[in-house]
């Protein structure tokens, strides 16, 4: 298996608080990625990274935030919650993201915004 | 716009009985098709990645084909530890590691 972790695992929080989730990988991928998954969705991409300081916007980016300042660490922030937010996020990582190179995922942080 | 859909939503079927399951896309140019097996409250879990249209891959009892329209996950003989979600994704030319995803097909094998 990958080495993906991501934490907290569980989080229920109220609304206009803001809630930073972690990725932290040990595989050394350059690319890393936070989806959302919600019924009737499926995944959908929030925001990706492609190096140390290095971000992009995927489709569903409005509302959050994301941080990489080491190789290993991909925070994605939500600056001031709310229940539309409610989802579970998976963090996805890849060695080189344009060469076909599949990307592996974590066990996701199921988020409950009340 | 770049569009995935997978057929049917759900499936289920007896030990032993083979089906196929279907990933119909539209993409500006196709960089790749990945599949991926989900188990509740897990990570997908990559399977397959087909590059062209003719191309198939195997690995135990799922294979997986490719044409220039759609992909389909062939299940032979399935056991009920098969039983999962699998999700069709696919990669556009020029979209860095961007991958559109189906919504799945949660496939259910009873003994």
């Known amino acids: 298996d990958a080495g993906i972790t991501q934490s907290p695992r569980h989080k229920v929080t109220e609304t206009g608080t803001p809630v930073t989730l972690r990725c932290h990988q040990t595989e050394n991928h350059r690319y890393m990625y936070w989806y959302r998954q919600d019924p009737g969705h499926g995944l959908r991409l929030i925001h990706y990274?492609?190096?140390?300081?290095?971000?992009d916007k995927g489709e569903v980016s409005d509302g959050y935030s994301v941080s990489r300042s080491k190789t290993e660490d991909f925070l994605l922030t939500l600056e001031s919650a709310t229940s539309s937010q409610t989802s579970v996020y998976f963090c996805?990582?890849?060695?080189?993201?344009?060469?076909?190179?599949?990307?592996?995922f974590g066990d996701g942080t199921r988020l409950s915004i009340l | 716009e770049d569009q995935v859909t997978q057929s049917p939503e759900a499936l289920r079927l007896q030990e032993g009985e083979s089906s196929s399951l279907n990933c119909s896309y539209t993409v500006s140019g196709l960089r790749g098709l990945f599949w991926y097996r989900q188990d509740p409250g897990k990570g997908p879990e990559f399977l397959f990645t087909l590059y062209s249209a003719g191309e198939e891959k195997e690995k135990e009892r799922l294979k997986a084909t490719l044409t220039k329209k759609e992909s389909f996950l062939h299940i032979t003989a399935p056991k009920p530890e098969d039983s999962a979600t699998y999700l069709c994704?696919?990669?556009?030319?020029?979209?860095?590691?961007?991958?559109?995803f189906g919504q799945g097909t949660t496939l259910q094998v009873k003994p």
């Open positions: 994704a696919v990669q556009a030319l020029g979209n860095t590691g961007k991958l559109i």
């Open positions: 996805a990582i890849s060695d080189m993201g344009g060469q076909n190179q599949p990307q592996h």
């Open positions: 990274s492609y190096g140390v300081k290095d971000t």
